[in-house]
């Protein structure tokens, strides 16, 4: 296995490194600190620390993992 690495903890096969998409936008999905809160124009967000979200899946049993790390 390449080092650094993710291991499935299923199945022990290197996983895949990769991205949520949601296709009602265009950017990679994002981690947001604390709890959701809502104000008149939607979901309240701007002012909270956010980290882009790493997921990585086993091309063996298909198992996804998730990571929010600031690289």
């Not at 022990?12 to 991205?19: A, S």
């Amino acid at each position: 296995m390449v080092q650094g690495a993710i291991a499935c903890p299923k199945c022990k096969q290197q996983m895949q490194e990769g991205f949520p998409l949601d296709r009602g936008d265009v950017r990679v999905g994002e981690w947001v600190e604390g709890t959701p809160e809502y104000g008149w124009l939607g979901l309240k967000w701007v002012r909270k620390k956010r980290l882009p979200i790493t997921a990585y899946r086993c091309p063996s049993c298909g198992y996804l993992e998730t990571y929010a790390n600031a690289k």
